[in-house]
């Protein structure tokens, strides 16, 4: 069982940056694939960002060069950086962690971003 707790979200004026942190209850060195993923209201939960045990990272195309996704082991961490903000990235954005082997997946509770001026 792996337990993920989000953090970082809150309000942020259009332009802005945040950094979001997933933070992991067990070890993610080499057996998890970390995801972020964004649900705005009435909207479908699709995929942000993600990052594979050998640090290739992937980004859905409406947040390619203004989102960053990076990974500290030694914490059990994950990370997104943020910047350049805009309204439609209002979302509640969650942390998922896939197991490479089984393909389970964990997810956390989600942290509000809202962006607006």
């Known amino acids: 069982q792996v337990q993920l707790v989000e953090s970082g979200g809150g309000l942020v004026q259009p332009g802005g940056s945040l950094r979001l942190s997933c933070a992991a209850s067990?070890?993610?060195?080499?057996?998890?694939?970390m995801s972020w993923y964004r649900q705005a209201p009435g909207k479908q939960r699709d995929l942000v960002a993600s990052?594979?045990?050998?640090?290739?990272?992937n980004y859905a195309d409406s947040v390619k060069g203004r989102f960053t996704i990076s990974r500290d082991n030694a914490k059990n961490t994950v990370y997104l950086q943020m910047d350049s903000l805009k309204t439609e990235d209002t979302a509640v954005y969650y942390c998922?962690?896939?197991?490479?082997?089984?393909?389970?997946?964990?997810w956390g509770q989600g942290t509000q971003v809202t962006v607006s001026s």
């Open positions: 990052i594979t045990t050998s640090l290739y990272t």
């Open positions: 998922k962690a896939r197991h490479v082997f089984s393909g389970y997946n964990y």
């Open positions: 067990t070890n993610i060195v080499g057996n998890y694939v």
